[in-house]
């Protein structure tokens, strides 16, 4: 099950899908409020915080008639696959840029980077679709997401600004995780992999990426030229990752842990 940031949908996990379809049953879920899964009404923040959207999603599951699923979660959706894991059983959990892990709230940074980022995609939709069919616009508009933006297609790009510019979750759920961060109340047994991009400059080192809240057995990777949503960056190496971790649920020996990225 692939699980997407905040402004985004389950179209960004495209890239990775024909890869991992080969090996896996793959569900991408558009989160409420993203995408085609419409917002839950009315929709005060505390239904719109991580632990309420892995609520959503452990709802899908039970539907689904699926028990162990193994979760793949980027920035936002890293944070929902962690809580998920708190309430249902899971085989592994993939966790990409994943956002919560920080010492407090939510950096001012971040906020801001992404509220720019929603009024731009709001405000300047047309633009900004004109400009990424050229590389340089790419390179300008996807810049801070993605580690390689002019090799992502046109249409890749529009599909991400119709995406953050049109969701009508991204307020609530950016309001409800502005003062909230991951906190591990239950142990996660099954494997943990987590990755940053080497390009990742929405979720800084020193601001961003405190793993004291994940298992003390998971492993931790850096995804070489890939930015915060690595998935397009390098498809090949995400489902790799995803495909490893996967791995070690099927042959649970214990390892070392990695390198902190």
């Known amino acids: 099950m692939l699980l997407h940031g905040i402004g985004l949908d389950r179209r960004s996990w495209d890239p990775v899908v024909p890869a991992l379809a080969r090996h896996f049953d793959v569900i991408a879920v558009d989160l409420p409020g993203f995408g085609d899964s419409i917002p839950r009404t009315p929709r005060p923040p505390r239904q719109a915080d991580p632990r309420a959207l892995a609520e959503a999603v452990a709802g899908l599951l039970t539907e689904l008639g699926v028990t162990t699923p193994h979760l793949a979660g980027n920035s936002l959706g890293g944070w929902v696959a962690l809580e998920l894991a708190?309430?249902?059983?899971?085989?592994?959990?993939?966790?990409?840029?994943?956002?919560?892990?920080?010492?407090?709230?939510?950096?001012?940074?971040?906020?801001?980077?992404?509220?720019?980022?929603?009024?731009?995609?709001?405000?300047?939709?047309?633009?900004?679709?004109?400009?990424v069919s050229y590389r340089p616009g790419r390179v300008l508009v996807l810049g801070q997401t993605h580690g390689h933006p002019a090799r992502l297609t046109?249409?890749?790009?529009?599909?991400?600004?119709?995406?953050?510019?049109?969701?009508?979750?991204?307020?609530?759920?950016?309001?409800?995780?502005?003062?909230?961060?991951?906190?591990?109340?239950?142990?996660?047994?099954?494997?943990?992999?987590?990755?940053?991009?080497?390009?990742?400059?929405?979720?800084?080192?020193?601001q961003s990426r405190h793993l004291d809240q994940l298992p003390p057995g998971r492993e931790a990777e850096t995804l070489p030229g890939c930015g915060h949503v690595p998935m397009a960056d390098d498809p090949a190496a995400v489902a790799a990752l995803i495909t490893r971790t996967a791995q070690r649920a099927a042959d649970p020996r214990p390892g070392l842990t990695r390198a902190e990225a």
């Open 86 to 131: 708190a309430l249902r059983p899971v085989a592994s959990l993939t966790l990409l840029s994943p956002a919560g892990l920080w010492k407090r709230h939510t950096p001012g940074y971040c906020r801001v980077s992404l509220r720019a980022s929603r009024w731009l995609a709001r405000h300047a939709a047309r633009p900004l679709s004109l400009l």
């Open 154 to 206: 046109p249409g890749y790009a529009r599909a991400t600004i119709q995406a953050m510019g049109t969701c009508p979750g991204f307020e609530a759920t950016l309001a409800a995780t502005a003062r909230r961060r991951f906190l591990a109340t239950t142990p996660i047994g099954a494997p943990v992999t987590v990755a940053f991009g080497s390009r990742d400059v929405l979720l800084l080192p020193g």
